[in-house]
T-cell receptor, first 119, second 112 residues
């Protein structure tokens, strides 16, 4: 069964809207979660590393004021795409690692992804 | 140069065929290596880790050549259900770090 839950699966909204995506680790605590973006026919690109109780670490070229990350608990990280525009349309995927528990056999567990379409 | 490079394909093979995918990585300090499978519009799922000694899981065999910075995946007796995109993934952070770098993937289509 899934160990990382991501919500929502699909979002279609107008340009200028802010969209929040949730990523939850189920059955384990995740001090670190990761947010990726994947455009069609391209690889997953790491956007940022989300750290519980501290600021996220953003990859080069990713605007931290555009993509707000909040990791307020050991099981939940949120990504908010602020004032989204059509070029932000993409597949957003989160992941988490269980460093010590029963799911530690995998480097990262991925959520189902969120397909974001901005009109 | 991309950190992880793969032939995008597609590889169209008949059912029962053997197919091999290759991948090269640029960072000689890379720590660990994986093959993931991604179905259309889905999240990636771990297929197998890759070890220097080579490892096998059923019909799948993975090899790592650190000297050449080269990773391979061999699929024997291909099934229709093997149709997917196969992602070569490298972990570059030492000391328990966990930053994965993904290749663009190689698309496999297994046909009747």
């Amino acid at each position: 069964g899934a160990v990382v839950s991501q919500h929502p699966s699909w979002v279609i909204c107008k340009s200028g809207t802010s969209v929040k995506i949730e990523c939850r680790s189920l059955d384990f605590q995740a001090t670190t979660m990761f947010w990726y973006r994947q455009f069609p026919k391209q690889s997953l690109m790491l956007m940022a590393t989300s750290n519980e109780g501290s600021k996220a670490t953003y990859e080069q070229g990713v605007e931290k004021d555009k993509f707000l990350i909040n990791h307020a608990s050991l099981t939940l990280s949120t990504l908010t795409v602020t004032s989204a525009h059509p070029e932000d349309s993409s597949f957003y995927i989160c992941s988490a690692r269980d460093f010590e528990g029963i799911y530690s056999n995998q480097p990262q567990h991925f959520g189902d992804g969120t397909r974001l379409s901005i009109l | 140069r991309k950190e992880v490079e793969q032939d995008p394909g597609p590889f169209n093979v008949p059912e029962g065929a053997t197919v091999a995918f290759n991948c090269t990585y640029s960072n000689s300090a890379s720590q660990s290596f994986f093959w993931y499978r991604q179905d259309c519009r889905k999240e990636p799922k771990l297929l197998m880790s890759v070890y220097s000694s080579g490892n096998e899981d059923g019909r799948f065999t993975a090899q790592l050549n650190r000297a050449s910075q080269y990773i391979s995946l061999l699929i024997r007796d291909s099934k229709l259900s093997d149709s997917a995109t196969y992602l070569c993934v490298v972990n570059n952070q030492a000391g328990g770090g966990n930053k994965l770098t993904f290749g663009t993937g190689t698309q496999l289509k297994v046909e009747l």
